[in-house]
Nanobody, 124 residues
Framework: QLQLVESGGGLVQSGGSLRLSCVAS????????TAWFRQAPGKDPEGVSC???????AYADSVKGRFAISRDSMKNTIYLQMDDLKPEDTAVYYC??????????????????RGQGTQVTVSA
């Protein structure tokens, strides 16, 4: 059974950093496109970043230069390093996976599998 479990969220002050982790089971992250999404209260889900199985990456304009997605195939884990956090980054962050995105990924594409999410709160 395919499963994604996020962790690493929390409360941080503006300008601080967090690293989110997403442990995958039931599939090999090296062969799936994976992504991070977020959803703030009262807002639609927003694609944050993705990494294709081939290694290409994409970021939302709002996080470019501040966030970095990475993958550890040995640990079967996806990471999202978030630096210089801002109050507008406050949201529940979800990781997602889909076997279709090999050579490239786009943050607004649909992903078949998703985790339960981890809360990130940035205080001013």
């Amino acid at each position: 059974q395919l499963q994604l479990v996020e962790s690493g969220g929390g409360l941080v002050q503006s300008g601080g950093s967090l690293r989110l982790s997403c442990v995958a089971s039931g599939f090999d992250v090296a062969f799936y496109g994976t992504a991070w999404f977020r959803q703030a209260p009262g807002k639609d889900p927003e694609g944050v970043s993705c990494i294709a199985s081939g290694g290409s990456m994409a970021y939302a304009d709002s996080v470019k230069g501040r966030f970095a997605i990475s993958r550890d195939s040995m640990k079967n884990t996806i990471y999202l390093q978030m630096d210089d956090l801002k109050p507008e980054d406050t949201a529940v962050y979800y990781c997602a996976a889909d076997p279709r995105y090999g050579s490239g990924c786009r943050i607004f594409d649909p992903y078949e599998y998703r985790g339960q999410g981890t809360q990130v709160t940035v205080s001013a």
